[in-house]
């Protein structure tokens, strides 16, 4: 589902000219958080198997960290285009510092503190860009 997501936002950028190799990096880091979310999910955080606990911790530390990139680099397009509710960049910019905070006290409620958020703006972007047909 997220795939689908961001190749269809890439095209909506694309067709509002927005900026190249912002769209690309952003594009790129997204895909990139996407794939490791989906290996973090193959490998279960199991403390009694070193090797998926750490394997599952590595793919959750570089899904975070290229999702930060990737939804402050849209916060930023969506705060710079009038076409983009500024809601969509006020919340990217909360959830990413809030992914931020959590990568440095990795404390396991926080990381559901975001999870909510992050799926409210992953379901609330597409549903505001068909209304707005764009």
């Known amino acids: 589902?997220?795939?689908?997501?961001y190749i269809y936002l890439n095209e909506v950028f694309k067709r509002e000219n927005v900026n190249e190799r912002l769209r690309k990096i952003s594009f790129f880091f997204a895909m990139a958080s996407t794939v490791f979310f989906i290996l973090n999910g193959l490998f279960p955080g199991y403390v009694d198997d070193l090797f998926f606990y750490w394997a599952h911790g590595t793919f959750a530390l570089f899904?975070?960290?290229?999702?930060i990139v990737y939804i402050a680099i849209y916060s930023y397009i969506f705060?710079?285009?009038?076409?983009?509710?500024?809601?969509?960049?006020?919340m990217g910019f909360v959830i990413a510092g809030m992914i931020s905070v959590f990568i440095f006290v990795w404390i396991s409620p926080l990381?559901?503190?975001?999870?909510?958020?992050?799926?409210?703006?992953?379901?609330?972007i597409p549903i505001n860009l068909?209304?707005?047909k764009m």
Do not use: D
């Not at 589902?1 to 997501?5: C, E, K, Y």
């Open 1 to 5: 589902m997220f795939l689908l997501f």
């Open 63 to 67: 899904c975070y960290l290229t999702a």
């Open 79 to 90: 705060l710079k285009n009038q076409k983009f509710s500024k809601i969509h960049a006020y």
């Open 111 to 124: 990381q559901w503190g975001f999870t909510l958020p992050f799926f409210v703006w992953i379901f609330y």
């Open 130 to 132: 068909l209304y707005r």
